[in-house]
């Protein structure tokens, strides 16, 4: 069986996702107190079994809070799905079906790119573009408002 890392710290998941680019990296965020939890982890254990290929991590949201942030989690169990460092699926719950079929759609591809042509391209000053930033190094300080205003309002009201 492959082993399943526990992530304690923010600083390691990100250290754990670079080094496993071209791998499926699925995440399981659980907590000590959550029954569907429990129910699912010994499913999440077969899988990794199953998908040597695949990495398998778990995150305890209680006492890995930095992780759960940076990954947006607002309900227990979630697994996330990371390829090449980015999140490309989330699934929500204890759902062995969803789960299982979200590994196997995104452990297909292990080159870890999204398709034939990798990473973020050139600019024309041949300067790279950098590819999209990582969930858990996002750093989301301010709430922006934007309020959206046609020429055409009153005229869809029926206003002339």
Same mark, same amino acid.
């Given at each position: 069986?492959?082993?399943?890392? @526990?992530?304690?710290?923010?600083?390691?998941?990100?250290?754990?996702?670079?080094?496993?680019?071209?791998?499926?990296?699925?995440?399981?965020?659980?907590? /000590?107190?959550?029954?569907?939890? @429990?129910?699912?982890?010994?499913?999440?254990?077969?899988? /990794?079994?199953?998908?040597?290929?695949?990495?398998?991590?778990?995150?305890?949201?209680?006492?890995?809070?930095?992780?759960?942030?940076?990954?947006?989690?607002?309900?227990?169990?979630?697994?996330?799905?990371?390829?090449?460092?980015?999140?490309? @699926?989330?699934?929500?719950?204890?759902?062995?079906?969803?789960?299982?079929?979200?590994?196997?759609?995104?452990? *297909?591809?292990?080159?870890?790119?999204?398709?034939?042509?990798?990473?973020?391209?050139?600019?024309? *000053?041949?300067?790279?573009?950098?590819?999209?930033?990582?969930?858990?190094?996002?750093?989301?300080?301010?709430?922006?408002?934007?309020?959206?205003? *046609?020429?055409?309002?009153?005229?869809?009201?029926?206003?002339?």
């Amino acid at each position: 069986m492959a082993p399943i890392t @526990h992530l304690q710290t923010l600083e390691e998941c990100n250290k754990l996702l670079a080094s496993k680019r071209a791998s499926l990296v699925v995440i399981d965020f659980h907590a /000590a107190w959550c029954g569907p939890c @429990h129910a699912i982890a010994p499913v999440f254990e077969k899988l /990794a079994a199953q998908y040597p290929t695949v990495v398998f991590c778990k995150v305890d949201v209680d006492k890995a809070q930095e992780i759960s942030r940076a990954y947006r989690v607002t309900a227990m169990p979630t697994f996330a799905f990371v390829k090449g460092e980015r999140k490309v @699926h989330e699934v929500r719950g204890a759902n062995a079906k969803a789960l299982e079929a979200g590994i196997k759609q995104f452990s *297909a591809d292990s080159t870890g790119t999204d398709g034939a042509f990798p990473g973020g391209g050139q600019t024309l *000053a041949g300067t790279a573009i950098p590819t999209e930033v990582p969930p858990a190094e996002r750093n989301y300080t301010k709430l922006i408002l934007i309020f959206l205003v *046609a020429a055409w309002w009153a005229y869809s009201r029926g206003q002339k």
